[in-house]
Nanobody, 122 residues
């Protein structure tokens, strides 16, 4: 199984980025997907999750209304559209996959991507 995250970069506060996570080696449409992030010196935290069908989405309070998670099962890809970025969004962003329903606990996810750096300047 491989999860390949991309799309990170440097952006000014108020800007936007779209992260992508391309999956291979698994039946993508059977997996819930999520994005987590980890800033230096901090624990990994939940950002957003989506059910296997894409019909249900979940967000951390800190990103609700600014970030959108969506997926394209035909392309085996999950996305995270990030708008109105803030300096506190700076972190390495990871995509993750699990069977069953989505959860916000990173310990429940079976597969992880390598991470992509997002840096928001003030």
């Amino acid at each position: 199984v491989q999860l390949q995250a991309s799309g990170g970069g440097l952006v000014q506060a108020g800007g936007s980025l779209r992260l992508s996570c391309a999956a291979s080696g698994l039946t993508f449409s059977s997996y819930a997907m999520a994005w987590f992030r980890q800033a230096p010196g901090k624990e990994r935290e939940f950002v957003a999750a989506i059910s296997s069908s894409g019909g249900s989405t979940y967000y951390a309070d800190s990103v609700k209304g600014r970030f959108t998670i969506f997926r394209d099962n035909a392309k085996n890809t999950v996305y995270l559209q990030m708008n109105s970025l803030k300096p506190e969004d700076t972190a390495v962003y990871y995509c993750a996959a699990k069977t069953g329903v989505p959860f916000s606990s990173y310990r429940l996810y079976q597969y992880w991507g390598q991470g992509t750096q997002v840096t928001v300047s003030s």
